[in-house]
């Protein structure tokens, strides 16, 4: 049903203006030539009435409005001929003639001039148009009169090119749509005991978990036709085009049913009524969300029309379109788990050339948090870091530059530090290896570096996760306050006082310590109660807005004070881990300012120097 071919449409012959123009000209043009090469003589009206004084004038003549035409005879023996004068008044001509002045009438513009007079500015209007007008109008979708037209790209069934098979590490998302194909494809089997294809499915997760390409699959998987627009797209200057678009939308996929629309960000079209304007009033992007329930109310499912929407604030969702009825199903779109991550990277690596023992379980744990997105950056990134030591093939050494160059920033061997400061940075980064490596349940240290990347980090000590971890200890999170200190406690330590370079970790800790307090109930004078919701409500990590505190200013005083003894204790954890392993801090701290850079080997006999046992084997991900 979705393969038939239609028809060819051919578009009736239409006649170019400008031609039809030329044409019209060139004829008038001729008439005018064909009129001047006549045997008539036209003279002047004073010349006229020099003969009409001598009597050479016959005796006829024609009197027009504007001209006098007739016959004059320059000898009495020849034969007549014609002539035409323009008529002048008569008070002028005998004035004329008393002074001698020779004198002659205008002749009235001819047919030609008086089409060409409006004509003219015509075609001058007209190439305006065409030259200026129209590629501003195109632009534009179409100028004023297809204002109102949905801009969805349509993609016939031939044209998506995307299947199940090029998505990867979401297998319960697409198992979901396996179902929305299924009708699509072989909607009576599907139907045989009475269910219906569900109106819409709204596809939620962070930026870059691949739904747009989810989308794409289904509509590919269920060979049907797929119409593509954003929500942003349905808004525009004037009143009432949002609501036009919306309708023209859904004509158009009736038209080409079985179809598939999929409205990408639809946090544009659908955020909830009266967010916006709560003093009250119209809104036009209200009246193209009541458009958009109306057609989605109103459709019959039967025809093969499904809605497919994306976006990563579903909270800012107006509940009408989350109704059963509308949007009947909600698919999360989450971020890939290691398995997950590896089945991508398998995907994307496809495209470059790889080393044959490239250990893909290897990268898949080194990126933990990573989107599916994020992933095929990293394989573009490795790829152009083995193409600049002009290598053959990538190797996990580039991997692990690429992943350096996202997390932490590209390096900045410009900024040259003094060596006090050089010195200062090498302690801090020491610090912060030493007491992760000393605390368990931290994340291992990959590498310590005091080359300064991003934008502002002098140094840094990469720690990545082994293991995808979906819950954490309260003794875990004290652990990884210690580690976040652990920097600062080393410049105390060492040099007696502290500086500007621990204001990140600062924030950092004291951040994590007020989740334990006011979120996660870990302070035991306050008591397992939640005073505060969780800040990163949107699935895309901005900000929420402001919320009035729901608890008084003693309860704010206690939160306070937990706050502070939570990173206390942490940075005197830190402290006396450095304190008995001082010769081990000065040993690595002399170490880094050598190198510049400790990677796994380094950091290995460190982690012996603190355990007093031989080095570990070295671990997959440390590569």
């Known amino acids: 049903m979705a393969n038939q071919k239609k028809p060819e449409q051919h578009s009736p012959f239409k006649l170019d203006l400008l031609f039809l123009v030329g044409i019209v000209a060139s004829l008038l043009l001729f008439q005018q030539i064909w009129a001047g090469l006549g045997s008539t003589e036209t003279v002047p009206y004073s010349q006229f009435r020099e003969w009409l004084d001598k009597g050479l004038v016959a005796d006829e003549v024609l009197v027009g409005p504007n001209t006098i035409s007739g016959q004059y005879k320059p000898d009495p023996k020849a034969q007549p001929k014609p002539f035409r004068t323009i008529r002048v008044d008569p008070e002028i001509a005998r004035e004329l003639e008393a002074r001698h002045v020779k004198f002659a009438g205008e002749p009235a513009p001819g047919l030609f001039a008086n089409i060409l007079s409006w004509l003219l500015p015509m075609g001058i209007m007209l190439l305006f148009w065409m030259f200026l007008l129209r590629p501003m109008a195109t632009g534009m979708g179409g100028g004023l009169m297809t204002v109102g037209r949905s801009r969805a790209k349509v993609y016939a069934e031939t044209n998506v090119k995307v299947s199940f098979a090029d998505v990867a590490g979401v297998d319960e998302a697409k198992q979901e749509l396996a179902e929305v194909v299924g009708f699509l494809k072989d909607p009576e089997f599907h139907g045989r005991l009475g269910a219906r294809i569900p109106k819409g499915v709204l596809l939620v997760g962070p930026p870059g978990t691949g739904k747009t390409l989810l989308a794409r699959a289904v509509a590919g998987e269920a060979n049907v036709a797929f119409l593509s627009i954003t929500g942003s797209e349905f808004v525009e200057m004037f009143v009432g085009v949002g609501a036009a678009r919306v309708r023209d ?105 790889t080393a044959p023992d ?266």
């Open 358 to 623: 490239l250990d893909l379980e290897a990268v898949a744990a080194m990126t933990p948090g990573f989107t599916g997105a994020d992933l095929a950056n990293l394989v573009n990134e490795a790829a152009l870091a083995a193409t600049r030591r002009k290598a053959n093939a990538t190797t996990l050494d580039d991997f692990t530059q690429a992943i350096e160059r996202i997390v932490a920033g590209l390096e900045k061997k410009s900024r040259i530090l003094s060596p006090a400061e050089r010195d200062r940075v090498a302690h801090h980064e020491m610090g912060h290896t030493l007491v992760a490596m000393s605390l368990p349940g931290t994340d291992p240290v990959q590498k310590v570096s005091i080359i300064p990347r991003g934008i502002g980090a002098l140094g840094y000590t990469m720690q990545r996760p082994t293991e995808d971890r979906y819950l954490i200890s309260q003794r875990e999170l004290e652990n990884r306050l210690a580690v976040l200190l652990g920097g600062r406690a080393a410049e105390s330590l060492v040099y007696g006082d502290v500086s500007t370079g621990a204001a990140d970790d600062l924030a950092r800790a004291t951040q994590m310590a007020r989740d334990m307090v006011v979120r996660f109930g870990m302070d035991e004078a306050l008591g397992p109660v939640a005073y505060e919701p969780e800040r990163g409500s949107f699935l895309a990590g901005q900000m929420p807005v402001w919320r009035p505190k729901t608890y008084g200013e003693g309860t704010a005083e206690a939160i306070d004070r937990a706050i502070k003894t939570f990173v206390e204790n942490a940075f005197r954890t830190a402290v006396g881990i450095l304190e008995k392993n001082r010769a081990v801090l000065e040993d690595g701290a002399r170490d880094l300012l050598a190198r510049e850079t400790l990677g796994q080997p380094e950091l290995d006999r460190l982690r012996a120097r603190l355990t007093g046992s031989s080095p570990p084997p070295k671990l997959t991900v440390a590569h």
């Open 249 to 353: 939308l859904f004509e158009q996929a009736r038209k080409l049913a079985p179809a598939i629309i999929f409205i990408d960000e639809l946090d544009a079209l659908g955020r909830a009524r009266g967010i916006d304007m709560p003093i009250g009033g119209h809104d036009e992007k209200e009246q193209t969300l009541n458009q958009l329930l109306a057609e989605m109310d109103g459709f019959d499912p039967s025809v093969g029309i499904i809605v497919l929407a994306a976006t990563n604030r579903p909270e800012v969702l107006d509940p009408a379109l989350l109704r059963a009825g509308r949007f009947d199903r909600q698919v999360l779109v989450d971020r890939p788990d290691r398995r997950g991550r590896l089945e991508i990277l398998r995907v994307h690596i496809k495209k470059i050339q």
